[in-house]
């Protein structure tokens, strides 16, 4: 197989967006070189945004992990699925009654911004799969009546993932596994996926910021997500090696598809000559 060189940033951008599971954070622990990295970038005034697929936390449960991990950030800083499928809804099917195969903090927000909820499938219009550790047979039940009984609902899902990374090399099913679910027994195909790599997401989390998103850096451990949301949104990537992909997976994708810059750890989107002047060491291993 094709041997894929290392690289790092040569330079520093004028924003950078951040997944979190796998990039800054595995678990209860920040990756090495996360915090420093984000409190040099922050001391520059360069714009820091986070962004998750993960539906199963409201954007406050991260500003509140990530304070606890030691990277205090402000709740405008974080886009997750659940507030881009609230804007989905509320933006293209404001009127639509859906059923969300979701857990609690998506139930919440889409509460919260009125959009109607049933378990009726006589009344469903919009199936949403999400990350659901609650999925069960009669949810799917429910899903089956809407789309291929009553022929009257249509699917949407919060994000593309087929697992959840967790430290160990473990893992959680994902948004994907329900999805397919659904597809299975229906025959129907999900019409939208509101996460990355939706480029929506690169909208909302640069939201308020004069920047050309040619200048901003999506950085993050998945390469059909992450680096695939950058392609998709004409702006520069970076891949670390500290969650999902690897280096075989970058050498099997289309040239046009891999990331721009391939890190063994985070902080290295750092520049190395910025490195030393700061007298930073890589066999550092404090966060
Ligand atoms: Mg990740």
Redesign the pocket.
Known sequence: MENIPLARPTELYDAYLF?????IYLGEELLPGARRMIEELRRRDIPVRFLSNNPTKAPTQYAEKLERLGLPTALPDIANTVATMVNFLLANHRDAVVFPIAEQPLIDALEAAGIAMSDDPARIDIVIASYDRGFDYRKLQIAFDAIWFHKRAFLVATNPDRYC?FPGGRGEPDCAAIVAAIEACTGTTCRQIVGKPDPNMVTQALAGLDVDPARCVMV???LGT?IELAVRASMPSAMTLT??STLDDVAAAPVDHRPTYILERIDQLIPAHVWDELGWTADETHA
Do not use: A
């Open positions: 997944d979190l599971d796998g990039t990374p993050g451990d998945r992450d969650g999902d």
